[in-house]
């Protein structure tokens, strides 16, 4: 994985339910440590569009999308268990 | 009171439009609430929920999302193809939805999250389409994912109020053990179950090799519904629950209407066939022509344009129209022409009641008028003992309420003595007509013979006859009785010849002693004119004689008057001595 590439978040939030903030917090604070500057987040309120949560398949909140680089990779909840969420990603093997 | 009663039912249930679940449970799924399908796997739950679905947007105009959790949408529409419920098309008129939701094999989970954000999005969805009913198909998937009891129980409750909140006719499906109350049940999906208004158990089971599928509604909350396990088969247009007849189902028309037996004097005995729409049973041990009588029966409905179905147990159908071919019964003309359709129903396997379902389902796809089942005895081998008298009760319910004329025929076990005495189905108490075949044993013959045990409503004969099968068909003819014996066959044959033999012998004896009789008429005759001519004779002589006496006396006198006066003799009035 070329370590400059730009990575592109979509998550899901459910209005302003408290574990949808906590993902939003969570996501943030990773892609400050693991990607300053090559991170890109969308922010999609299910209650305002749903449309595009159905098309997207979305049945549960909070979810996390990551569109890009490839493979799409879609972690659901809190994004608490930081660990898990950075091996997923594969920002571990990223140079700091 | 009656227009009281049918608001009653719009308001508080949805038709699912399933045949005979609707009955059951009076009406339909409980309206404005939520109902739980469980079921193990293959049990059906996917397709009564679609079902549901699909006969709510079409007939009730009632829109419908199917929330997919297991199957994608795009395999659900193909696997509902053969069921004919043109989904495309529903889906074009926005009618039906589909809501793929099928987690991500490769999803990750980190921390907790909730069913909300897709409650929100299926909101707005709702909305735009008006849907009425939902489904929730294979919640327990969902349920799996979440990581801790407090949170399923928690995202259950969740989708409950969501459903209650927004007035939709929910439908849950979940999958259970195999067994009804298994302990391998999630206790997730067991408190569900405590929780819904309805709650709607599939069973598939295994019995002596038979499989057998059942439905039963576990629970309705206010509401009377079927306790029972009602049997259903998957058939071409989906689900169909066997029920019986309920109480206030709206009595058949009934017809004077005969249909031919196929037997121009079956029909004579019958005093003109059998009612239309009627149920004749034909009874009677093994090779006494059931099967041919049935056959014949079958030709004449098929002869008047009569769509006719002819379910053989014994043997395939090709067999079937071979053997009738060799007693004069055509039937392949008819199959050719699709009048006739043969079923080989040793091929469907399957309970009693299945085997009924299949039999109905077929028949109607064939739209048939007629309908031969032979035998009928074969519902209640193969375990099915317990359910077979209910099922020959629905057989003729459904014939009756179709106007079908059904004969079907039935096997008495000689061993078993009940020849006669009843079948194992019972169903001689409820058929209409019952016609029952033996055999009579004589000087080392069988014969059949035929006599009609009842017939309702008719006037029939009571009379046994003889059953003769020809090459040229099938006739019935009088049995020879005579001081009180019943012949047939070559005994009736002989004996009624040496009758005609005996005939002859006594008309020429007859005309013999006319003859001789004549003869010695004549001889008297001759005698008669003979001594008739000697009487004359006789007379003649016999006034010959007076008259030679008389004029001798007169002679004899005149001659003494002479003497006398010769003599001067004065005793003028003396009488001479």
């Known amino acids: ?96 | 009171m009656k227009m009281k009663k049918t608001f009653e039912r719009d308001l508080m249930k949805a038709r699912t439009g399933i045949e005979g679940f609707d009955e059951i449970t009076g009406g339909g799924l409980p309206r404005g609430r939520t109902t739980l399908l469980s079921g193990g796997p293959g049990s059906g739950k996917t397709i009564f929920a679609l079902q549901f679905l699909v006969q709510g947007a079409r007939d009730y105009k009632e829109p419908g999302i199917f929330v997919a959790f297991e199957e994608t949408s795009e395999r659900l529409a193909a696997n509902a193809l053969p069921f004919g419920w043109n989904i495309a098309e529903l889906r074009r008129k926005n009618s039906l939805s589909f809501i793929d939701a099928q987690p991500t094999p490769d999803l990750i989970q980190s921390g907790t999250f909730d069913l909300s954000g897709m409650l929100a999005a299926l909101g707005a969805q709702i909305k735009e389409m008006g849907a009425a009913r939902i489904v929730f198909d294979a919640l327990d998937i969902v349920v799996a994912l979440l990581p801790d009891a407090a949170s399923k129980t928690r995202e259950i409750y969740r989708l409950h109020d969501w459903l209650l909140a927004n007035q939709l006719t929910g439908l849950i499906t979940a999958k259970t053990g195999m067994e009804e109350g298994a302990s391998s049940n999630s206790p997730q999906i067991g408190f569900m179950q405590f929780m819904v208004d309805c709650a709607v158990v599939l069973n598939h089971r295994v019995e002596f090799g038979v499989s057998q599928r059942n439905l039963r509604v576990q629970k309705f909350r206010g509401s009377s519904f079927d306790e029972n396990e009602s049997p259903f088969v998957i058939g071409r247009s989906g689900f169909d629950v066997a029920i019986s007849r309920m109480l206030g189902r709206v009595d058949t028309k009934v017809t004077n209407e005969r249909v031919t037996s196929g037997v121009k004097r079956l029909d004579t005995m019958l005093g003109g066939g059998y009612y239309r729409g009627a149920s004749v049973l034909i009874t009677g041990v093994p090779g006494t022509a059931k099967t041919t009588l049935s056959g014949a029966f079958a030709e004449a409905a098929c002869q008047r344009g009569e769509r006719t179905m002819f379910v053989g147990f014994d043997s395939d159908g090709s067999e079937v129209i071979r053997n009738l071919s060799s007693v004069g019964i055509r039937l392949d003309r008819f199959v050719k022409s699709g009048v006739l359709r043969m079923i080989s129903a040793r091929t469907i396997t399957g309970s009693a009641e299945t085997l009924l379902v299949r039999i109905k389902a077929l028949a109607k796809e064939h739209r048939a008028r007629c309908l031969v089942i032979d035998p009928v005895s074969t519902l209640s081998k193969a375990g099915n003992e317990l359910t077979a008298h209910g099922v020959a009760e629905r057989l003729i319910d459904w014939t009756k309420a179709a106007g079908v004329t059904l004969v079907c025929t039935s096997l008495l076990d000689e061993m078993n003595g009940q020849t006669e005495g009843g079948t194992p189905l019972q169903i001689s108490t409820l058929a209409d007509t019952w016609i029952h075949l033996n055999y009579l044993v004589q000087a080392g013959e069988r014969n059949r013979g035929i006599s009609i045990i009842k017939s309702r409503g008719m006037s029939h004969s009571n009379q046994v006859r003889e059953l003769i099968l020809s090459d040229s068909g099938v006739t019935l003819s009088d049995i020879y009785t005579a001081g009180g014996e019943v012949l047939m066959g070559t005994m009736r044959w002989e004996r009624e010849s040496a009758e005609r033999v005996a005939g002859e012998v006594a008309k020429v004896a007859a005309e013999l002693k006319r003859v001789s009789l004549d003869a010695e008429e004549a001889v008297l005759e001759v005698r008669a004119k003979s001594l008739q001519t000697e009487l004359i004779a006789k007379k003649v002589e016999k006034s010959l004689l007076v008259r030679t006496t008389q004029s001798r006396q007169g002679e004899l006198s005149r001659g003494r008057i002479r003497m006398r006066e010769l003599r001067g003799a004065d005793a003028g009035n003396r009488r001479q001595k």
């Open chain 1, 1 to 96: 994985m070329n370590p400059h590439t730009l990575q592109r978040f979509l998550l899901y939030t459910a209005d302003n339910a408290e574990n949808s903030q906590q993902a939003v917090a969570n996501l943030t604070a990773l892609c400050r440590k693991y990607l300053p500057g090559r991170h890109q987040i969308e922010i999609v309120d299910v209650f305002k569009d749903p449309k595009r949560a159905l098309a997207d398949h979305i049945f549960m909140t909070p979810i996390t999308i990551r569109l890009a680089p490839a493979p799409v990779r879609r972690i659901v909840g809190t994004l608490s268990d930081t660990e898990k969420v950075v091996a997923a990603l594969g920002l571990d093997l990223l140079p700091a």
